[in-house]
């Protein structure tokens, strides 16, 4: 039995082993983990005017995360979307939509297909890495098995992270991006980290 328990903790390790990350790939900065820090290296794929990356706060003022510059004489006014992308709870502040002005008329980006529409071309890391995080990766600083990437002209490579489960398990992924297009290929890496620890909500 605990010949067993040996072998079933060393194959995970011995998988990871064989896809290590190349040394021709660098580490991604740990500030890129904050999404909301992503956001101004956007470089729209259409010319807009004006644009700005909000919550769902009903308090306009703590409600945008991010805008590009905006001119004097132009004001928005827009009711709250219903829906935006990176939804994460039920209620305030709970997911992220785009609010642009595309000649003197607003228009919304309100889930992930049209954030990587606005995307468009991806021209940088960060911008790989928001696209990344529209197909449910994530970046984490613990491992280079997620936390890696290398950029070429046409497409950009990374290692990054998907966890699930209760006790939490995460996987390495690693990716491929085509920088004109935004397609995504993902190839799974295995498992690099399980918590043992299930900390489920008492229920009432």
Request: hydrophobic fraction near 35%.
């Amino acid at each position: 039995m605990k010949i067993i328990s040996v072998i079933s903790f060393l194959i995970p390790g011995l998988l990871l082993s064989q896809n290590a990350v190349p040394a021709d790939f660098k580490k991604i900065p740990e500030i890129l983990d904050n999404t909301e820090l992503l956001y101004p290296f956007i470089i729209p794929d259409k010319e807009y005017s004006y644009w700005r990356v909000l919550t769902n706060d009903p308090d306009p003022e703590k409600a945008v995360i991010y805008e590009s510059q905006m001119p004097d004489f132009m004001t928005i006014n827009e009711p709250l979307p219903e829906r935006g992308f990176f939804q994460q709870c039920i209620g305030n502040r709970c997911f992220s939509y785009i609010l642009a002005c595309k000649k003197d008329r607003s228009v919304y980006f309100s889930n992930e297909q049209q954030l990587r529409d606005f995307i468009g071309t991806v021209d940088n890391l960060p911008e790989a890495i928001l696209l990344a995080q529209t197909y449910g990766f994530k970046i984490d600083t613990s491992n280079k098995l997620s936390n890696s990437y290398k950029i070429e002209d046409k497409h950009m490579y990374l290692y990054v992270s998907k966890s699930k489960g209760c006790p939490e398990i995460k996987e390495s992924y690693f990716i491929k991006i085509n920088r004109k297009t935004g397609r995504l290929e993902s190839t799974n890496n295995g498992v690099y980290f399980k918590n043992e620890n299930c900390n489920q909500p008492i229920s009432q």
